[in-house]
């Protein structure tokens, strides 16, 4: 506890100094050009499509090309990449599509700048009707959970189940730690400094605040997050979304989810506790809610065979009973 609390006074004494500026050469990082981020993030399978209203969208779409579609939304500034454990579990049955959400990975920023909740649901209703996918199943996790309940609230008829994994969305009443990048992200002045100084540790350590086993942050997992963190434009988008009013939307309409819904929850949970899924599962009619043990708010990589086994578990539906 010491320990990390030393080194968040340290950070805010470095940004301190820099929004002083001393030491903005040394610590200020240019955005990364998105050609040089594509040719290193999106090999094969990795596609982009251009969408109605001019934004250019990286996605994959992996798996059975016959099996259900199952759409997958990452986290606050993750990317598609966070799915793939669940593809390589589960592709052999479902045609898998995950996508970088506005702002996020290498779809970056999108015209009109709008990065509340609202639009990346409306954005989803777009992107899923221009990769022909007219009725799926819609997982999320954080970020994207929200956005996935957001999703079934405004579109239910597009939606043949509801995969909730650590979703924000609801309250708490637990003591929440975010980690150093979340905390700084939303502190007035240290927020905009970030859009020009954005250390790989703070990266680090947000990834294991998030992850319970600290072992599992790999540094390539950690070179992920902060190069594509820094793609052109995404920090903006990032600045303006963390900028944009909290609203309580899915907390005051979440009864009203009539989708099928399976809720996945890390008990070690910092940032989403678990009693937000306490409270999505109270909310939801018919819902199913499993815990894991030692987890924390990144299910999918943390355990990715136990909860991508409840996925197809859930989506699977049962034989027929035979006739009497």
């Known amino acids: 506890m010491v320990g990390r609390l030393f080194r968040w006074i340290l950070i805010l004494l470095v940004l301190l100094a820099l929004a002083a500026g001393i030491g903005a050469l040394v610590l200020a990082e240019p955005d990364m050009r998105a050609v040089e981020l594509e040719a290193q993030y999106a090999p094969a399978p990795s596609q982009f499509v251009i969408l109605p209203s001019g934004a250019r969208v ?47 990975g290498l779809t970056g920023p999108v015209p009109g700048d709008d990065y509340s909740q609202e639009a990346m ?60 990048g979340f905390t700084l992200a939303r502190m007035p002045v240290v927020q905009n400094i970030m859009l020009y100084v954005t250390p790989r540790f703070v990266f680090e350590s947000s990834l294991k605040t998030a992850i319970f086993d600290d072992a599992l942050v790999t540094p390539e997992m950690v070179d992920l997050y902060w190069k594509l963190n820094r793609r052109e434009g995404n920090r903006a988008a990032s600045l303006k979304r963390f900028q944009t009013p909290f609203d309580t939307y899915i907390q005051d309409n979440a009864a009203k989810i009539a989708t099928p819904t399976l809720i996945i929850w890390g008990k070690e949970d910092t940032l989403t506790p678990r009693d937000m899924g306490d409270a999505y599962n109270a909310a939801i009619k018919g819902s199913k809610f499993v815990i894991y043990n030692d987890v924390g708010h990144i299910p999918m990589e943390e355990a990715p065979e136990p909860t991508a086994r409840a996925v197809r578990e859930f989506l699977t539906p049962e034989p027929a009973a035979p006739p009497n």
């Open 121 to 180: 649901a409306k954005f989803v209703a777009e992107f899923t009707t221009a990769v022909g996918a007219e009725r799926f199943a819609l997982a999320g996790n954080s970020m994207g959970g929200g956005v996935a309940a957001r999703f079934a609230l405004m579109y239910p008829q597009r939606l043949t189940h509801l995969i909730l994994v650590d979703a924000s969305g609801m309250p708490t009443k637990t003591p929440r730690d975010p980690g150093i």
């Open 58 to 104: 990286h996605y994959r779409a992996q798996g059975s090309r016959s099996g259900p579609a199952l759409v997958l939304l990452h986290g606050s500034n993750a990317s598609l990449h966070t799915w793939e454990p669940w593809v390589r579990e589960i592709g052999d049955a479902f045609r898998m599509i995950s996508v970088d959400l506005p702002g996020h």
